[in-house]
């Protein structure tokens, strides 16, 4: 692999509040607004929700490649990612942004483990490492055996 990649994405403006975005060598474009706080459209893809998608899409493409190296086979990961906006001197930014992975691993004794790939996941998530904005997790870890003893148990991961 190169030591730089670059990636392209062209954008539309339609009439009214309603944009496209697409991506080079990728079939289907996505339709998008600004959010209605902003004055644009309800029910779309905003900028905001794609900022976020990208950091969950990239976390969830991290934990696989680090799960897989280590051959570690949880039995899912879902994530959760929210984001803050302020507003600055220079208007609104997003401040902080939580990712809140729910880790499903096989067994009990797994649960260290996971733990610390989900940490090598946080920490080596390109896009995350990219905002200026800080980034935290609140990982949950859950098990069979723990969800047939009443739930799932948290994991602290800051």
């Given at each position: 692999?190169?030591?730089?990649?670059?990636?392209?994405?062209s954008g539309h403006w339609m009439a009214g509040?309603?944009?496209?975005?697409?991506?080079?060598?990728?079939?289907?474009?996505?339709?998008?607004?600004?959010?209605?706080?902003?004055?644009?459209?309800?029910?779309?893809?905003?900028?905001?929700?794609?900022?976020?998608?990208?950091?969950?899409?990239?976390?969830?493409?991290?934990?696989?490649?680090?799960?897989?190296?280590?051959?570690?086979?949880?039995?899912?990961?879902?994530?959760?990612?929210?984001?803050?906006?302020?507003?600055?001197?220079?208007?609104?930014?997003?401040?902080?942004?939580v990712l809140r992975p729910v880790l499903t691993?096989?067994?009990?004794?797994?649960?260290?483990?996971?733990?610390?790939?989900?940490?090598?996941?946080?920490?080596?998530?390109?896009?995350?490492?990219?905002?200026?904005?800080?980034?935290?997790?609140?990982?949950?870890?859950?098990?069979?055996?723990n969800a047939d003893a009443g739930g799932d148990?948290?994991?602290?991961?800051?």
């Amino acid at each position: 692999m190169s030591d730089q990649l670059q990636y392209s994405v062209s954008g539309h403006w339609m009439a009214g509040g309603r944009g496209f975005v697409a991506g080079e060598e990728i079939g289907k474009a996505i339709e998008f607004s600004a959010p209605p706080e902003f004055h644009g459209e309800s029910g779309f893809w905003t900028p905001e929700h794609f900022l976020l998608a990208a950091v969950a899409s990239c976390f969830i493409a991290t934990f696989r490649a680090i799960a897989g190296f280590s051959k570690f086979d949880p039995l899912a990961l879902d994530m959760a990612v929210e984001g803050r906006l302020d507003k600055g001197a220079a208007g609104y930014e997003f401040t902080h942004i939580v990712l809140r992975p729910v880790l499903t691993v096989r067994e009990e004794s797994e649960r260290i483990r996971a733990y610390r790939l989900l940490e090598k996941a946080e920490h080596g998530c390109l896009i995350a490492r990219s905002l200026k904005c800080g980034v935290t997790m609140e990982a949950t870890i859950e098990s069979p055996q723990n969800a047939d003893a009443g739930g799932d148990v948290p994991v602290a991961v800051r």
